[in-house]
């Protein structure tokens, strides 16, 4: 989809012209996101599993490599930090991700320290797309996250593409992933997340948000969605980050 497209249809919207007509569109349906290294970030564990897990899953069996950054290890509600390492370990473990990096760290207190943590995997891993929480979220550390990445990829000769997934805060798609035949494995590696889903049930959540994405794209069973954008097209948009 092209950029010039999207900006004007949010444009509209935003501007409230005099009319709204023509303004929806239809996300592609995609069996996955193009490419054959898929980089996800997560500002906290458990994100990566709500906003993907089921794409993750597909790209596996598919063949496809799939590689995990943790920008933190937040004890929260475990009862200590090893026991929330151990749960994030199991959660991947039901995905079939072995490629991971954890920051067992606090999440990092300013951007700069975000830009530091995911710069060397853009240089290093060379991902063709990368999963980040979308700047529509409505969690701090989420939006800090979409920061600190769209800076290390401005300075990166890395060229992915970004596929922005959504937790707190819904996307416009312009990309939906059938994971139907992947989502009682989806459920499970979010509820691995035992102490975390004690407080609140993210199983429930990502059920009905990846259920209204199917209905909403017309398809049976669940879907993930995406804002998928090319590089020069996401630094584009987002010049001012």
Partial sequence: MELRWIKEKIGRRITMADSLAKCAWDPMKAELPPGDRFLVI???????????????????????????????????????????????????????VDDYAINEEEYPATVKKVV?????????????????????ENQDHHLMTFQGYVQALRSSKCDAATALYEVWGMVIPNMVVDITSQVDRKWESIAAHASQVQVVDYVRLAKALNEYRAISSNMKGYAEAFLYLEKKDLLKMFSDV
């Fill in 42 to 96: 997560a500002p906290h564990p458990d994100d990566d599993v709500i906003g993907c897990a089921g794409t993750m899953l597909k790209a596996l069996s598919m063949g496809k490599s799939v590689r995990v950054l943790f920008l933190s290890l937040s004890v929260l509600d475990a009862p200590s930090r090893e026991a929330r390492k151990g749960e994030v370990l199991s959660s991947l473990k039901v995905v079939g």
């Fill in 116 to 136: 530091d943590l995911i710069a060397p995997e853009l240089d290093r891993w060379k991902p063709d797309c990368v999963f980040v929480p979308s700047p529509l």
